[in-house]
Antibody, heavy 115, light 109 residues
């Protein structure tokens, strides 16, 4: 059974940092691109970033490029998102989405940016 | 960044057929945009229904199908069921980034 479990969310002040993690199991993690997708309360889905199998190609949405860094550790079957200079508009549930053809979603971790 | 457009809301009768569409501000949607479709029911995590235009996951009900139609990506639901009432999102690949549409709220009534 494919499982993606996010962690690391919480309350942070504007300008602060958080590091999200996603632990994967049930599939060959190193075979697939993997994504972070977020959803603000009551809003639609928003693609944030992704990373290729080897970790040497990353993509970012415009508003997070230069502030967020996506990385992975295939030995640990883990995905990360280092989020710096956080803004109120970054508040959302962050989902790890991957596996074959982006078919698998974690349950998400809530990030709240507020003073 | 490209803008992906979807109908804000649609209504279908139980047993009926409805087509949701997904357009791109950059021009026609093509197979190279690798269109994805996701379903999100209230209070639930989204699920991936369709990938690469028309490919289904093992859990995707047979009544859902994906295609390219009139320069847009399309999700057709044939024989709507009450449990299909949900928000549906399309996603297009532009190399990098990927971009979601704003979602379509589908009512089965």
């Amino acid at each position: 059974e494919v499982k993606l479990v996010e962690s690391g969310g919480g309350l942070v002040q504007p300008g602060g940092s958080l590091r999200l993690s996603c632990a994967a199991s049930g599939f060959i993690f190193s075979d697939w691109w993997i994504n972070w997708i977020r959803q603000a309360p009551g809003k639609g889905l928003e693609w944030v970033a992704n990373i290729n199998q080897d970790g040497n190609i990353q993509g970012y949405m415009d508003s997070v490029r230069g502030r967020f860094i996506i990385s992975r550790d295939n030995a640990k079957n883990s995905l990360y998102l280092q989020m710096n200079s956080l803004r109120a508009e970054d508040s959302a549930v962050y989902y790890c989405v991957g596996g074959p053809h982006a078919g698998d979603w974690g349950r998400g971790t809530l990030v709240t940016v507020s003073s | 960044q490209a803008v992906v457009t979807q109908e804000p809301s649609l209504t279908v009768s139980p047993g009926g057929t409805v087509t949701l569409t997904c357009g791109s501000s950059t021009g026609p949607v093509i197979s190279g945009h690798y269109p994805y479709w996701f379903q999100q029911k209230p209070g639930q995590v989204p699920t991936t229904l369709i990938y690469n235009t028309n490919n289904k996951h093992s859990w995707t009900p047979a009544r859902f199908s994906g295609s390219l139609l009139g320069g847009k990506a399309a999700l057709t639901l044939s024989g709507a069921q009450p449990e299909d009432e949900a928000d549906y999102y399309c996603l297009l690949h532009y190399g990098s980034p990927w971009v979601f549409g704003g979602g379509t709220k589908l009512t089965v009534l």
